[in-house]
């Protein structure tokens, strides 16, 4: 143990005088800490003992360690100051001597007090000063003076540039969601109107949890949303699939349609008695009367299968001749692909059969009083059209029924056609919804009270009821 604590002094018996002798080629005037009165904060690190080996011998290992390497540190500092002095120096050789001497201001010093054994280190913790900048960058324009104050505004104009700010502001949200955005205005059946946020990614469904919300009325499977055309007096129900958006979209700016928020029974009446549409043609004396068990046995097997099971429909109804106001009757029958024709001096057979119309690209529409606008045989009018056509064309086909059940089961068998198994999940969701509901109300968590709006079904039934007693939806624009 001796041994070792005769080596561990010597060897700081060098280090202690390899510090001297680079104290002394530096001619750098060592100071005591009371003398400093810089105000850079340093570290102080000191170690009193009387005996040096006694003391190294109730000392740690880890102490040690850090000891010496706090010295090799400062050994180390003083070396890089060493040079920077060196460097400054002959940058500013013709400077003034005071300005060649800051590089040494902050150069730590090292005393060795032989009469207590003690070391003490003392330094500044952190970087060395930067050299003064150079005469000619200190040659640099005065900044301009600061612009005058603005003068105060006015109440009014204090109100105006508020409104304008929000204006900005929404315009930018609006920019940066880059989702297509519209307020839609939905017209109620008490005349009053609801304004709605809908933006691009919405369909029919989202839109009308969303004023279930706000109107406070029950959720029955029958609501919907109506679309009305004014100017050739057709309408039609939003499935719930539909995108609000890319609908309205095609309206034209000066438009007068509108869009209503009511109950239509026909929208789902497939789903609650299957029997009447797909059993009524074949005069089984099923589609009277059937329990739910066998409903949801043919909703399964219409459905649900490899492919959906559109109604055999065929009838003879009036088609409206182009740019006339006349109508011829013919023999149509319902397809999967399409409606067909029977050409004159024909048979119903399928190689005779002549295409009418497809429903790829064409939506199903009510006509209202066409008997008064284009001499129809009967108010029972359907229409098919293109969505994007929003004038008189003579690309809009025009069919009248006998009655309105006939009109009745056409629509709704052109809507299995176009849409299929599309057309079931979207009940089965209302359904759902509606269910949700009922659960709520009945454990008291919400008590809905039903608006104005939710009258009886077929409150506003312009194409099913006579004529004049349909009732007249609000003539605002959306």
């Known amino acids: 143990m001796e041994q070792t604590s005769d080596e561990i002094d010597e060897m700081f018996s060098n280090l202690l005088g390899e510090m001297d002798m680079l104290t002394q080629s530096l001619e750098v005037e060592t100071f005591q800490l009371s003398s400093l009165k810089e105000p850079t904060k340093e570290f102080n690190f000191s170690v009193g003992f009387k005996d040096l080996n006694e003391s190294l011998s109730t000392l740690e290992d880890k102490d040690l360690d850090a000891l010496m390497a706090d010295l090799v540190a ?106 297509k955005k519209l307020v839609v205005k939905v017209h109620m059946n008490d005349n009053s109107t609801k304004s709605l946020m809908v933006d691009e990614r919405q369909v029919a469904r989202d839109v009308l949890d969303n004023l279930f919300e706000k109107t406070h009325c029950d959720c029955k499977v029958d609501w919907c949303l109506y679309e009305v055309y004014p100017e050739l007096q057709i309408e039609r129900f939003f499935e ?44 089984k004396n099923e589609s009277k009367e ?78 209202t009083q066409y008997r008064v606008k284009y001499k129809a045989p009967t108010d029972h009018c359907f229409v098919l059209k293109h969505p994007q056509i929003q004038k008189e064309s003579q690309y809009i086909k025009y069919l009248c029924c006998d009655d309105q059940w006939t009109l009745h089961q056409w629509v709704t068998g052109i809507r299995i056609a176009k849409y299929g198994k599309t057309l079931y999940d979207n009940y089965e969701r209302a359904v759902q919804r509606a269910g949700l509901a009922a659960r709520w109300t009945s454990l008291g968590i919400v008590e809905p009270a039903v608006s104005t709006g939710s009258s009886s079904t077929g409150t506003i039934t312009p194409v099913l009821s006579p004529p004049g007693q349909s009732a007249t939806p609000t003539q605002e624009k959306i």
């Open 290 to 367: 059937m329990n739910e068990k066998n409903k949801e046995a043919l909703l399964e097997e219409s459905f649900c299968g490899t492919s959906v099971i559109v109604p055999e429909l065929e009838a003879a109804l009036y088609l409206k001749e182009d740019g006339k106001k006349s109508w011829k009757r013919r023999y149509f029958l319902l397809r999967a692909s399409g409606i067909y024709y029977v050409p004159k001096g024909k048979t119903k057979t399928s190689r005779d059969l002549a295409c009418f119309i497809q429903f790829e690209n064409v939506n199903i529409y009510y006509g």
């Open 74 to 179: 400062d050994i180390n500092e003083a070396e890089q100051k060493t040079l920077q002095a060196q460097k400054t120096a002959s940058d500013h050789q013709q400077k003034k001597p005071t300005e060649s001497s800051m590089g040494f201001e902050t150069i730590a010093s090292y005393e060795y007090k032989p009469s207590t054994h003690g070391i003490t280190t003392s330094g500044p913790v952190g970087d060395v000063l930067p050299p003064p900048p150079l005469e000619s960058e200190l040659d640099l324009p005065l900044p301009p003076p600061p612009p005058p104050a603005p003068e105060p505004l006015t109440q009014e104009q204090q109100e105006a540039q508020a409104k304008t700010d929000k204006i900005k502001l929404a315009l930018e949200k609006l920019k940066e969601a880059k989702v």
């Open 240 to 283: 719930d699939h539909e995108n609000v958006v890319e609908v309205l979209s095609d309206w034209t700016r000066d438009s007068e349609n509108k869009i209503l928020f009511l109950e239509k029974s026909e929208k789902y009446a497939v789903f609650k008695n299957p029997q009447n549409f797909y059993l009524a043609n074949k005069g």
